[in-house]
């Protein structure tokens, strides 16, 4: 019950263990076909430019950037937290100038220092930012942050790796021009794919690029020979076919839920994890109304050996927790609420070994 990898559906693991199948086999190109059509029902999108990277999260994170900047881009990111931060890193590794809007650790993105900071800057081209930011808990309001780079005339990369699957995600509705999750958070699989997709004024964009994009592996032109095109597939690399059918089990399940039902799970098993976390003297890190449903944090209480807590609640009952990262190290606990763990036995089983350890 950390920030993920959780436990995920014994479906998911026994679709793992088949037998696997060629990058190109007839039979496997039908099942990446078959995830492109989960995936747009679980972006919410109609993008054609909608597949899977074979690799963790931080792979469509720079997939994302590599394809859209060119060297010299002004781009501006949002940062309150690690990830977001990593963002700002790999815009400047590519030769991007990253411009910092800067939140506090802890709190959603106040949109009119996004406002601001655009006007300051009108020769910005992208705006990059994070929907659940998992080192902190909070969630921001992209759908505004969203409209705000729009009407400066940029295009949007948003980090949807936590939110996906289990928090209201909508690529079409908020014009998010390219996206990125991983598999092993909201959507409820093993780690190791990261889910992308594209807008056309992203595709546009990155057609239009006067540069080379600089990457061989994350080049959307390269990638869409692999993944687009009805007979002529062209090798680009070799699928790890069993992460495939897992991932590809895991999106049936949330279908076979229905998104919005998944949403609204996560948001009330949350209501109850706090409450009750509250019950036994946790007190919640950020403020009521920014809280990431599926990935709750709580301070440390004064005076407690957090690592020592961490242990016995591993050593003891079986329980993984997460802890702060970055300058939140030592200060908060996070815990995950996600997918297949996202229930009422789970909340009780962590709340009663929590009680134990602190007692
Ligand atoms: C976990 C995470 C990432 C990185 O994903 P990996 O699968 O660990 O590479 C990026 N952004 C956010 C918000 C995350 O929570």
């Known amino acids: 019950m950390g920030p993920g990898p959780s436990n995920v559906h014994p479906k998911v693991l026994d679709a793992m263990s088949k037998a696997p199948l060629g990058h190109l086999d007839p039979q496997f190109i039908a099942l990446m076909d078959e995830i492109k059509f989960l995936l747009r029902y679980t972006f919410k999108t109609e993008n054609d430019s909608t597949f899977v990277l074979s690799g963790p999260g931080s792979l469509g994170m720079e997939a994302c950037l590599v394809n859209l900047i060119e060297p010299g881009d002004k781009v501006v990111v949002c940062v309150g937290g690690y990830f977001a931060n990593r963002m700002a890193q790999i815009i400047e590794k590519i030769g991007g100038q990253a411009v910092v809007v800067k939140e506090t650790w802890g709190r959603a993105i106040e949109p009119q220092k996004l406002e601001d900071t655009l006007k300051q800057n009108p020769d910005t081209k992208i705006v990059a930012f994070v929907h659940a930011e998992t080192s902190t808990g909070a969630l921001s309001n992209i759908k505004q942050l969203s409209e705000i780079a729009h009407k400066h005339n940029c295009l949007v990369v948003a980090d949807v790796v936590t939110s996906l ?63 687009k095109g009805q007979d002529k597939r062209a090798y680009h690399h070799t699928a790890p076919s069993n992460q495939f059918y897992g991932l590809h089990e895991a999106l049936i399940i949330l279908k076979e839920e229905g998104i919005e039902n998944a949403w609204r799970r996560h948001k009330e098993n949350s209501a109850k994890l706090i409450s009750k976390l509250k019950m036994i003297g946790l007190d919640p890190f950020v403020p009521e109304g920014e809280r990431i449903p599926n990935l709750i944090t709580v301070k440390i209480p004064f005076g407690i050996d957090e690592v020592n807590v961490r242990n016995e609640l591993l050593n003891k009952h079986n329980l993984e927790i997460g802890a702060g990262l970055g300058e939140l190290a030592g200060k908060i606990w996070r815990i995950g609420l996600m997918g297949y763990n996202s229930n009422e036995k789970m909340i009780d089983y962590c709340i009663n070994a929590i009680k134990d350890v602190l007692k």
């Open 165 to 227: 699957g289990a928090t209201n995600v909508l690529v079409d509705d908020w014009k998010l021009d390219a996206v990125y999750s991983c598999s092993q958070k909201g959507l409820a699989c093993v780690a190791g794919m990261s889910p992308v997709s594209f807008s056309e004024e992203a595709v546009l964009h990155i057609k239009n690029r006067k540069t080379p994009i600089r990457s061989w592996f994350n080049d959307l032109n390269l990638l869409e020979s692999y993944w």
